[in-house]
């Protein structure tokens, strides 16, 4: 029998009380204003730990949505690789994909930072808006992707405060250099044997500088192509994070359960 489609919504934290719960915020109101669900309407409801419950709706108020539990679902499961992308910081429209594609694709942590040729330059209060703007990108990608858990984001650094805090990281390092001649990623992963985190630095519009691509390779990262063509920078963060998964992580359908979401 064909699954019935039932819409997703993401809340922080699943509690479950006397089999049901309230929803509130923003999910509430796409729920009862823009969607115009009410009681009677089934739904999913995912947290960040994994946890899924098929519920319906008993009514909705100005407190919230409370909605009852009628069977928990099983968790999807966590990719046995943890990508933290390291992101230096793009225009905006750009930024956003790269934050969607790659929370849909299951990185785990996703590293903004301020570089030479970095053009857009983020601080205070706008900084602020624009990681309160990802985060709700993320949650839309992970909920639409039905994923374990959001990806993290990452407090805006500067290169060297990226290269330095990741320099005693005992993951695989890869630093994304268009001008690479010798390593690239597909072999350099085909050559290893799987590892359980990857640190991935992708460089901005203008890539990175000769001295940046020295500094990091002295930090531990390995300058690595994606081959001959000059990807824009949202195409190869997008474009690492599917090749990670694919050769070590979940895009197939019978990847193990490892380990569970821990904190960068
Ligand atoms: N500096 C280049 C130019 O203006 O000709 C382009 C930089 S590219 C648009 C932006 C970023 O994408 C680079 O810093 C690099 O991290 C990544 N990138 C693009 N193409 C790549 C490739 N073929 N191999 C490895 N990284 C690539």
Redesign the pocket.
Known sequence: MEKPFLRRFFVKEIVVEDGSCIITGSEARHIAKALRMGRGDRIILLDNQGVRYQSIIESVSPRGVRVKFERPLPSPSSSPIRIILCQ?LLKSRAMDQVIEKASELGVHYIHPFDSE?TVVKLDGQRAKERVRRWQDIIHSATTQSDGRAPAEIGTLLSFSDLTTKYQKKSAMKV??????EVK??KGLLRESSPATEVIG????????TQEEIRVAEQAGFT???????????E???IT?TAIIQYEWGDLSLDSPLIHSTSSE
């Open positions: 230096a040729r630093i994304f250099w268009e001008d690479e690239d990623l630095m992708v460089g901005p519009e203008g890539g990175f300058p690595v192509s994606l081959g001959q063509r000059v990807l824009k920078a195409t190869a963060a690492m």
